[in-house]
């Protein structure tokens, strides 16, 4: 059993739950290393709580192929499509927990599990009760071992170059779509095995929107332009922002940019072991605030980033769990202007041992175009 896997199961039997079924999702290629689409096909990976061998069931297909790739033991119970998953799941329950329904709560995950899935256990153990596991979860993926960061470290390496390769190619009259097809390529060119998310090409007054989705709008002269993006490599994201200039910005705009940078910095010095996600947002949204554009900053400093794009912690205020060294979120703070602009600075950052340190360091003085 993995090192994860097993502190999983020492939080599953301090819970007093009788184990978990996770789904072909993120918790379980981070326990794991398993990495495939659920499909239409019924999946899952029943761990119990007393330290006996995790069982999966899965279709007959996939076997061989999740045999060759599993990091450790584990019983394996098969269906197929003439016979359908409900004796094998059946099967497997009674393999991970006994006979019958099992007395103590299942954890699942409800941000993952279908209805397909949690209909099916309920079928073959009536009365199951079941517990939500993402929240166990979401504090084991918060802090990132040597190995987790320096996969982090290469796809902000190569989101940096491939936003590099983009902004090179940017000129007047080219569409926001434009612009995003060419980095997208420029992503998957730099070596990354996905985009972290669609990114975002927001120009002028849709920069004002937050998600913007791209458009064909032509970027002009005196554009603000926010290129959000991230890449992803072997199952860990990056994600940066920056704010380019189509031609010399105009007094405010450039401003504007001064006061969010400022609270970039200000979020980022912020960050130390110990500190909260709740005292780096308020060190952000200080400095917007003093300049007077405190309602226009519309959304939290910052989010985790791992094995997802968007994890623990939330860097917004609330969010009073100390952090601790190998935590990775970004500090993205902004101002949005309805109608006229919007600006929007974004690192990727790491608590250390003795304070933090920047993965990103694409520059952040403002680039004019």
């Not at 016979?83 to 007395?103: I, K, N, R, V």
């Not at 290129?227 to 940066?240: L, V």
Request: aromatic content about 4%; some cysteine; proline content about 6%.
């Amino acid at each position: 059993m993995s090192e994860r896997l097993q502190r999983l199961v020492n939080r599953l039997a301090e819970a007093g739950w009788v184990g978990a079924a996770l789904m072909p999702a993120t918790n379980l290629a981070y326990l794991t290393g398993l990495r495939f689409h659920p499909g239409k096909r019924l999946t899952l990976l029943l761990v119990p709580a007393n330290g006996a061998t995790p069982v999966m069931v899965l279709p007959q297909l996939e076997l061989e192929r999740v045999r060759a790739s599993a990091p450790f033991p584990m019983r394996y119970v098969t269906w197929s499509d003439d016979t359908g998953p409900s004796a094998a799941l059946a099967a497997g329950m009674e393999a991970a927990f006994g006979a019958g329904t099992p007395d103590k709560p299942l954890a699942v995950e409800p941000a993952a599990m279908r209805l397909l899935e949690l209909r099916a256990l309920e079928a073959v153990a009536p009365g199951l009760r079941t517990a939500d596991v993402d929240p166990l979860l979401s504090e084991l993926r918060m802090v990132k071992d040597t190995a987790e960061l320096d996969l982090m470290e290469r796809a902000v390496a190569i989101i940096e170059q491939a936003l590099r390769v983009a902004l090179d190619q940017v000129r007047p009259g080219m569409s926001e779509r434009a612009l995003s097809r060419m980095l997208s390529d420029a992503i998957f060119a730099a070596g990354a095995d996905g985009e972290s998310f669609a990114n975002i090409v927001a120009s002028g007054p849709n920069a004002a929107n937050p998600h913007h989705e791209n458009s064909e709008r032509l970027l002009q002269a005196g554009d603000l332009v926010i290129i959000d993006c991230g890449a992803i490599y072997r199952g860990y994201h990056s994600d940066i922002t920056r704010t380019i200039a189509i031609g010399e910005p105009d007094a405010e705009a450039r401003r504007i940019y001064e006061i969010v940078l400022a609270a970039n910095e200000a979020g980022r010095a912020a960050a130390r072991p110990g500190v909260t996600g709740a005292a780096i947002d308020a060190a952000a949204r200080a400095v917007i605030e003093a300049a007077g554009y405190g309602a226009a900053f519309v959304h939290r400093t910052g989010h985790g980033l791992g094995t997802e794009t968007h994890e623990l912690p939330n860097i917004v205020a609330g969010s009073d769990t100390p952090l601790a060294p190998g935590t990775v979120f970004t500090v993205e703070p902004g101002i949005y202007l309805s109608g006229r602009l919007g600006v929007r600075i974004e690192d990727d950052v790491v608590i250390t041992a003795d304070g933090s340190r920047t993965l990103t360091s694409f520059p952040r003085e403002l680039i004019v175009v």
